[in-house]
């Protein structure tokens, strides 16, 4: 009883349901997995890591890539303020102090290439989701069905073919 027990708990436990991949869409800078609105294109990592594709897990992080780079965009215009600024202290030394210009210039190029490495992390993203769906979408499936034929259960073997 004990034996008959254990091997029940365990193949109960390796059941694993198998859900399948939804087409991800993108409208604007929206994503949409089949029908649900993402909230972050981070949430797109499941589904798309799932194929353990070389190409789509190479443009994920090309894009997650890129994105950090946004960051450090902006760091040249903060080191200016910070090294430049004179936030009140001793007056007895001189400083340069803040020439608008000048910090507008690094803040113009950080905001430039803000926008150059989102624009270049998202073709990223739209590229590993183009592959994405193609290849959910051209997934052949062979299995086992049982089918019924004059009241009575056969089983079967079924394949099929999407092109």
């Not at 303020?81 to 007056?91: E, I, V």
């Not at 270049?120 to 592959?131: G, L």
């Amino acid at each position: 009883m004990i034996a008959f027990l254990a091997c029940t708990i365990t193949t109960h436990a390796q059941f694993t349901k198998e859900i399948p991949l939804k087409p991800i869409y993108k409208h604007g800078w929206k994503y949409f997995y089949g029908d649900q609105r993402m909230n972050s294109v981070y949430a797109l990592q499941i589904p798309l890591e799932s194929l353990n594709d070389k190409e789509i897990n190479e443009r994920f992080k090309r894009f997650k890539r890129l994105q950090v780079f946004r960051v450090f965009a902006y760091i040249p215009s903060i080191v200016y303020l910070l090294t430049n600024a004179h936030f009140g202290g001793h007056r007895g030394y001189s400083t340069r102090g803040v020439d608008s210009e000048t910090f507008l210039l690094f803040w113009l190029g950080g905001l430039a290439a803000d926008i150059s490495f989102n624009a270049a992390s998202h073709h990223q993203m739209a590229k590993a989701i183009d592959i994405y769906n193609v290849k959910i979408s051209n997934k052949s499936t062979l299995g086992l069905s049982f089918n019924r034929l004059l009241n009575q259960n056969y089983p079967g073997l079924s394949y099929q073919f999407k092109f």
